[in-house]
């Protein structure tokens, strides 16, 4: 199947649309959840919920402490496996001074720990490191093609780094 789909792209988008459905939405239930606040209320031993849990919260209000929230029209938790990413992208940028704080955000010195840096490390250790190793691992288990099996290889290796 794979050699068949290799030249057709909507025959291939269908293919790891298809998975990302049965991987992160499913039907009824994700084979693996995308969002920290269900990984870590299973933890806790309680029911995830979507936006309404402790870890999905603090999350959001460490995001928000960073001047960056939900976008404007989006009703996607923050807590999600690419959110959490994309906001250690943007503080790896804002270290580095490739791009600056949005108008109205804190100033560097501002953001949590007095830096972007800081900042960083502190949202890896209290969120990131807790539960995306899981996902990482889950996400290669479950998979039944080799695009998401290497995606999860690729973030479990950059997690160990």
Same mark, same amino acid.
């Given at each position: 199947?794979?050699?068949?789909?290799a030249g =057709?792209?909507?025959?291939?988008?269908?293919?790891? @649309?298809? $998975?990302?459905?049965? %991987?992160f939405i499913g039907?009824?239930?994700?084979?693996v959840? #995308?969002y920290e606040?269900?990984? @870590?209320?299973?933890d =806790?031993?309680?029911?995830?919920?979507?936006?309404?849990?402790?870890h999905?919260m =603090?999350?959001e @209000?460490?995001m928000?402490?960073?001047?960056l929230g939900?976008?404007?029209?989006?009703?996607? #938790? %923050?807590d999600?496996v690419?959110? $959490?990413?994309?906001? %250690?992208?943007?503080?790896?940028? %804002?270290?580095?001074?490739m791009v600056?704080?949005p108008e109205?955000? #804190?100033?560097?010195? =501002?953001l949590?720990g007095?830096?972007?840096?800081?900042?960083? *490390?502190?949202?890896a250790?209290?969120?990131?490191q807790?539960?995306m #190793?899981r996902?990482? $691992?889950?996400t290669?288990?479950q998979s @039944?093609?080799p695009?998401?099996r *290497?995606?999860a290889?690729?973030?479990a290796?950059f997690?160990? *780094?």
């Open positions: 199947m794979e050699g068949e789909i =057709d792209v909507q025959a291939l988008k269908h293919v790891l @649309r298809n $998975e990302a459905t049965y %991987l039907a009824p239930k994700a084979a959840s #995308p606040g269900i990984w @870590r209320s299973v =806790d031993g309680v029911q995830g919920l979507l936006f309404v849990n402790p999905t =603090d999350a @209000r460490f928000k402490s960073c001047g939900q976008p404007e029209g989006s009703n996607e #938790p %923050l999600h690419a959110t $959490e990413l994309e906001f %250690l992208q943007y503080l790896a940028m %804002l270290e580095a001074g600056a704080p109205g955000a #804190p100033a560097a010195g =501002d949590p007095g830096s972007a840096a800081a900042a960083y *490390a502190q949202f250790e209290e969120h990131v807790v539960w #190793p996902f990482a $691992e889950a290669e288990a @039944r093609i695009f998401y *290497a995606a290889s690729l973030l290796t997690l160990r *780094a």
